[in-house]
């Protein structure tokens, strides 16, 4: 079977990250039951949110978005959740809201984004119908793609860009779709082996059919008894 080896290249792409303090009474409800509000927030604008331990009471809420405006439309769902929860949960130390927040202030990160080169063939797998393959896989892991079927970064060849802002969750995608492209790989190498096998069992098929005939032709009759037309029985060589 083909070994099989995944063409990968790191590089980095801009983005737009921000910041909310939220008071560790009110975090809970800004993430939601089982993190429901939160996962709310993320898949409506897009972006990637991290959340810090709670320290001296406060807990961080870090967004990482592609652009401006996917930043500014989470930051806005943190706060409508943060100023639901003062208005609704009392502090249990008694302060009636969390320290002032200083709105909006955006700042410059960078993302990861990897390339993973597959082969022609195993496209389809990878992308899967309507690319729906593709796209569970980058909902599951919190990252974006991009499939390219040829350009100069992957030398000709077809191409998956997977950009993320943190460096697990991209590598996890690109291992996902490097094992579906493997998968692949794999099966037309089976597909190919048997195909092999099979031309080789149908060769020696017909080199015993041959050898058979070969044998029929080349049997020596020259002691055979020989019927003449008179039916009489002679001894003497066949010519």
């Known amino acids: 079977m083909a070994s099989f080896a995944p063409n990968t290249t ?5 983005g737009v990250g921000a910041s909310l303090i939220v008071h560790k009474d009110h975090a809970g409800f800004v993430l939601g039951t089982r993190y429901a509000n939160i996962q709310r927030i993320i898949n409506l604008t897009n972006t990637r949110i ?36 003062e208005t609704k949960t009392p502090l249990s130390s008694g302060a009636l809201h969390l320290l002032p927040r200083h709105g909006f202030i ?4 960078q993302g990861i984004e990897m390339r993973l080169v597959i082969a022609s063939e195993d496209v389809g797998l990878v992308l899967g119908s309507r690319g729906n393959t593709l796209r ?5 892991t919190r990252t974006w793609s991009k499939f390219f079927k040829s350009d100069h970064k992957s030398g000709g060849m077809p191409s998956i ?10 590598r996890e995608a690109v291992r996902r779709l490097a094992g579906i492209a493997k998968e692949s790989a ?16 149908a060769d020696i098929e017909c080199e015993g059919e041959l050898l058979l005939l070969e044998h029929a032709i080349s049997k020596d009759y020259t002691n055979e008894e020989i019927v003449v037309e008179d039916c009489a029985y002679i001894s003497a060589p066949a010519y």
Do not use: M, W
């Not at 955006?106 to 990160?109: K, L």
């Not at 569970?136 to 599951?140: D, K, L, P, T």
């Open 50 to 85: 991290i959340v810090t331990e709670p320290q001296q009471d406060q807990v961080k809420f870090d967004i990482r978005a592609r652009s401006q405006n996917d930043c500014v439309a989470a930051y806005r769902e943190l706060v409508n959740s943060a100023n639901h929860a």
């Open 10 to 14: 790191i590089t980095s792409f801009p």
């Open 136 to 140: 569970r896989i980058c909902h599951n």
């Open 161 to 170: 860009s997977i950009r993320g802002f943190v460096d697990t969750d991209v």
């Open 186 to 201: 794999d099966r037309r190498a089976r597909v190919e082996q048997e195909h092999t096998e099979a031309l080789e069992n």
């Open 106 to 109: 955006p700042y410059c990160i």
